[in-house]
């Protein structure tokens, strides 16, 4: 076996060689040593640590004080020049998974700096760092893999996942995003690899909604993978076998939310992401009652989903409460959406939800969802069978409930075709639209269809970013139903009121206040969300009204209520501008 050569003089070196304190030099390959590092960053360790490297912005006096001298060329530049230069850069790659992998390893080199590009440039970057593109980097994630950004729990880790919790060097943490991979976007089970979704949402959360880089933690469950392209994959970074199912998926479940909370405390934000349904449901109703937890692709889809419909009045002129709506997709997307749209029409008019359910329609694979369907249906579709006879597919539903609105959220690209859009048209003045299915291929329909093909009438909104449309000397300007709009504030508002659980109420009134940012300019564009452009702006004002309610409930836990809700939130936002060190 080969040995480490012995320098016959380790303890003497006249030329400044390298002393071998630990004997790392000496042993043999299979000799441990113990990965000794310093607790303090300053010098070349500093210039690794990416939340406190500065790059070329090191003034002359820090150089001198943190032994910077010689390991940085001699030019002193600001955090905006460095910007410039960054964006510049990044703009010259052709494809969009090469720029998230630059802006992956910016995040990984100087943490401010990527903060500051992705809030100053956030329309442009926004696709990048989240969808579309992020599918793609789960998609590819274990050949683009460098370095870890979250934490990995696998079945290997049962009956330890606390210890495993303190790995994470961060104890204060206020929210947690975790998936399992199962249901990555509309692209299906990519295992482990969709750790790419909680750093991304966490990123998000940082930018968007100033909760401090420090205090988030991206965590995968890995329980295994059905895809068989990735188990035959040389690459893949997760376990090798088949899906854990029934109680050993449970108790891994089970363990992992009471190692947070054990650790962690009350009052930590745990978001469910991207599970497949059949847990999804599970979970958020399991853990409601004694953990703050949130689904961001059952209530952040519905929130966000609520406060286009909410604004969209403004250009139907006509209340949600006379409104018909039909769904394609009854999955967690479709029946949280619906769920909330019934739970403000309730308020709105005074009834019960159970009334105000009767004025939406899902159709799922199967058609429309009907009372006589109803033995067969998942048991969070029932409440959304309605008496009708039955009906095969979309057109035919269009035709016979003659809805105002038209969501789309199963996934199914190009579902919205040219005769969809000309029944929906035929039916309404203003059709409102909404292709909500993620990454751009499952969108149900392009913006440019939705507004030819209606001869420029429809309210168009749809998950994934689409360029404006000319059609007959007119543009038009679609916005994107994007999660991104509530998640962040919503989690601020949690964190700062100190809030231990969520309430149905908070995501309305998330919804009220991303509605009410709404500009008449933004409404002239035939626009229903606001530009990106002022998303912090935004977000303090969906903080602030959740933050209300949870104060309005007696669920806020911080007190007492600060008197100007607004200026709280914006003053409790993280800055990524560099700071001086002495």
């Not at 690794?48 to 912005?57: I, S, T, V």
């Not at 309404?428 to 939705?450: D, F, H, V």
């Amino acid at each position: 076996m080969e040995k480490n050569v012995k320098n016959s003089d380790m303890k003497s070196s006249v030329n400044g060689g390298v002393v071998d304190v630990y004997g790392e030099d000496s042993a043999t390959i299979e000799h441990s040593i113990t990965p000794w590092s310093l607790s303090v960053s300053s010098g070349y360790s500093l210039l690794r640590d990416p939340r406190y490297n500065k790059g070329l912005a090191f003034s002359e006096k820090e150089r001198d004080t943190h032994y910077l001298r010689g390991l940085l060329p001699p030019a002193v530049v600001d955090q905006n020049l460095q910007e410039k230069r960054l964006i510049n850069n990044i703009r010259q790659y052709q494809f969009p998974l090469q720029k998230y992998m630059a802006l992956t390893e910016l995040q990984e080199r100087n943490e401010r700096l990527f903060y500051k590009l992705l809030i100053d440039h956030v329309e442009e970057l926004l696709p990048i760092v989240y969808t579309p593109t992020v599918g793609e980097a789960c998609q590819k994630y274990g050949s683009i893999f460098r370095r870890p950004q979250g934490l990995f729990i696998s079945l290997k880790e049962k009956g330890k996942i606390l210890d495993v919790l303190k790995n994470w060097p961060e104890r204060n943490i206020q929210v947690i995003v975790v998936t399992d991979g199962e249901r990555i976007l509309g692209l299906g089970d990519l295992g482990c690899q969709g750790m790419g979704i909680p750093v991304g949402k966490l990123a998000l959360y940082t930018a968007l909604g100033g909760v401090r880089p420090s205090a988030c933690l991206p965590v995968t469950i890995d329980v295994g993978t059905n895809n068989e392209k990735l188990l035959n994959d040389e690459f893949y970074i997760g376990l090798k076998q088949k899906r854990a199912t029934g109680q050993e998926y449970r108790d891994l479940l089970h363990e992992f939310m009471s190692a947070v909370k054990q650790n962690y405390g009350e009052n930590v934000l745990i978001q469910f992401e991207d599970f497949a349904n059949h847990n999804a449901f599970e979970l958020l109703a399991k853990y409601r009652d004694s953990h703050l937890v949130f689904n961001d692709d059952i209530q952040g889809t519905a929130a966000v989903v609520l406060a286009g419909l909410v604004s969209a009045q403004k250009l139907t002129n006509s209340p949600l409460a006379e409104h018909t709506f039909l769904f394609l997709g009854a999955g967690e997307a479709g029946t949280g959406i619906a769920e909330l749209i019934a739970l403000y029409i309730s308020k709105q008019m005074n009834a019960s939800v159970e009334e105000s359910r009767k004025k939406i329609w899902l159709v799922d694979s199967k058609g429309l969802i009907v009372n006589s369907r109803k033995e067969s249906l998942q048991a969070f579709k029932k409440p959304w069978a309605h008496e009708h006879e039955p009906v095969n597919d979309l057109l035919g539903a269009i035709k016979a409930i003659k809805p105002n609105v038209l969501i789309g959220s199963a996934g199914i690209g190009r579902s919205f075709t040219k005769e969809v859009i000309e029944a929906m048209s035929s039916i309404n003045e203003r059709p409102l639209i909404m292709a909500l299915s993620n990454p751009t291929t499952q969108s149900e329909c392009t913006a440019e269809e939705a507004y030819t093909w209606s001869k420029g009438r429809a309210i168009f909104a749809s998950g994934s970013p689409f360029d404006p449309v000319e059609y007959e000397g007119s543009v038009f300007v679609s916005t994107q139903a994007n999660n991104a709009y509530i998640f962040p504030g919503f989690g601020l508002g949690l964190v700062i009121s100190g809030a231990v659980r969520v309430h149905d109420d908070m995501l309305l009134a998330a919804a009220e206040a991303l509605a009410g940012q709404v500009s008449k300019e933004n409404y002239e564009k035939g626009m229903i969300y606001p530009s990106f452009s002022s998303i912090r702006k935004i977000s303090a004002h969906i903080a602030a009204n959740v933050a209300t309610k949870a104060y309005e409930l007696g669920l806020a836990g911080r007190l007492p209520r600060p008197k100007e809700i607004v200026k709280c939130a914006e003053s409790s936002m993280y800055s990524p501008t560099y700071r001086i060190y002495r």
